[in-house]
């Protein structure tokens, strides 16, 4: 069977998303899943999360997306999780230039994957929080998406346009895409904000709102920072333990 991919997407900037992808791909691969994690963010921090040297990089996705190496070649061995990346590093920031006058250029990296699509149960993707050449590529080549939300106004914003977004995707070569889920990060409940926006995030998303919560969690948040997941860093943490709850879920999400 082949994977299921899920692009983690929002577009805003800090909420999350990389720490999920990190975090939810060890919690799975802890649980016997064979993950693959696609870093599409030129910042690296999805590799650098995953113990991965940027610098030693021979062939990332870069490559893959302007054809100088297949997906296969490229994929590394992430030791601190027990998964597999296919990694990036701030040569991918030139792929937007070089894929311009490329013929078909959304559908590198789905074609890429779906080479190697069949030696995972998942691929999580994570994307730029701009909408991008790139962000465009993951889109394209997912089957769903995984939003991950700040309980913030601001954040709200964020994902109405990444509904717009999905939404013209769809319209024009993906009709498959959809959201996955929402799953709610850096949640404070003692925050009246918070709680207000999780109650329209659920009258406007009826059952795609995970019930798992990632708390406010600063070991959680720097652990990728120190080139492991949160399980590697500290497997008691209680951010720790929510994302391998959230791994529960997703195993047992019907849209999954």
């Known amino acids: 069977m082949s994977a299921l991919i899920i692009a983690v997407a ?11 992808v990190v975090n939810l791909a ?23 999360g995953s113990g991965i040297n940027k610098s030693g990089i021979s062939h ?10 297949t997906a296969a070649e490229a994929i590394v061995h992430s030791k601190a999780g027990a998964y597999d990346v296919l990694p990036a590093n701030r040569a991918l920031a030139g792929a937007e230039v070089e894929l311009v006058q490329e013929l078909a250029r959304e559908m590198r990296l789905k074609n890429a994957l ?8 998942y691929i999580l993707i994570d994307c730029p929080p701009t909408l991008t050449l790139l962000t465009i590529n993951g889109l394209v080549a997912a089957q769903k998406i995984m939003v991950p939300m700040v309980c913030e106004y601001y954040a709200l914003e964020g994902i109405s346009d990444l509904v717009a977004t999905i939404r013209k995707i769809r319209q024009a070569v993906n009709p498959q895409l959809d959201i996955l889920g929402i799953v709610r990060t850096l949640y404070d409940a003692r925050s009246l904000l918070s709680q207000q926006v999780d ?3 659920e009258k406007y998303f009826p059952g795609k709102v995970f019930t798992t919560i990632i708390p406010r969690n600063i070991r959680l948040a720097e652990a990728p920072s120190h080139g492991m997941p949160a ?18 879920e997703l195993l047992a999400w019907p849209q999954a």
Do not use: I, M
């Open 10 to 20: 929002n577009q805003k900037g800090g909420v999350g998303k990389t720490t999920t």
């Open 26 to 48: 060890a919690s799975l691969a802890h649980k016997g899943r064979r993950v693959l994690v696609v870093d599409l963010d030129p910042q690296g921090n999805a590799s650098t």
């Open 60 to 69: 990332g996705v870069y490559a893959v997306l302007l054809g100088n190496a």
């Open 114 to 121: 779906a080479e190697v699509a069949d030696n995972y149960d």
């Open 199 to 201: 109650a329209q995030l």
């Open 231 to 248: 399980l590697a860093y500290d497997p008691k943490a209680r951010g720790t333990l929510a994302y391998l709850e959230l791994a529960d």
